[in-house]
């Protein structure tokens, strides 16, 4: 039996795919595809498959990863070719090796937000000597924090009438929603717009790429 790590984008219709319903949508391609998958012990046998840092609802990620274990061993570009056929629009299969990091080392993510026009007030906003949220714990208890010290790296570009907004986020035991960032921006700033959210990359505690 062998682990096996694949690296897939979800990006389009796809975001709008739920964790659940991504889970569920995986298996059924690994089944198309015809992949030897081990399954779980006992009355309701179920492929062992595993998602690191899932995705909110509505985010978009470039370089997600799904874990399973076969029970043959199978050529990792065939393997790819075979599952990329089978996932639907807005899905793509990138690669597969072997797993390098256990899911627990992950400590930060990038995420690249995306509005149409201009952030007048950005800089304001990341001067200020606070920058306030509330966060909804599992309880469903409101909690109130400082976003500052959670932003790690903050890089402002343009392109074609739109301001990209690269962030650099805690992620894993105290992981940040980037929708939390935009929130209080917007609260700040009175803007009114949204921001498409994509996650390009998860990191580990020293900066190391999750692999």
């Not at 081990?38 to 690191?52: I, L």
């Not at 978009?60 to 050529?75: I, K, P, S």
């Not at 996932?87 to 793509?92: F, K």
């Not at 690669?95 to 304001?124: C, F, H, N, W």
Request: one cysteine or more; proline letters at 5%; a neutral charge.
């Amino acid at each position: 039996m062998k682990t096996v790590r694949i690296r897939f984008s979800k990006t389009g219709r796809a975001r709008y795919i739920s964790h659940l319903d991504l889970s569920r949508v995986m298996q059924r391609a690994l089944r198309r595809a015809d992949v030897p998958l081990w399954y779980t012990e006992g009355f309701n046998r179920h492929p062992y498959v595993t998602f690191a840092a899932p995705l909110s609802l509505g985010f978009e990620g470039l370089r997600e990863t799904m874990d399973f274990r076969l029970v043959e061993d199978m050529a990792f570009d065939e393997l790819v070719r075979r599952l990329d056929e089978a996932v639907p629009e807005g899905i793509r299969v990138l690669s597969a090796a072997e797993p390098v990091m256990k899911p627990g080392q992950i400590a930060r993510a990038r995420y690249r937000l995306t509005v149409d026009g201009g952030l007048g007030r950005l800089e304001e906003f990341l001067n200020l000597p606070e920058i306030g949220a509330e966060k909804r714990t599992k309880k469903g208890e409101i909690r109130r924090l400082d976003l500052k010290p959670s932003l790690l790296e903050t890089q402002l570009s343009g392109e074609e009438g739109k301001t990209l907004w690269e962030l650099l986020l805690p992620c894993g035991g105290e992981t940040v929603n980037p929708s939390l960032v935009w929130s209080a921006y917007t609260a700040f700033s009175g803007d009114s717009r949204r921001a498409a959210v994509l996650r390009l990359e998860l990191y580990d505690q020293e900066g190391r790429p999750f692999e």
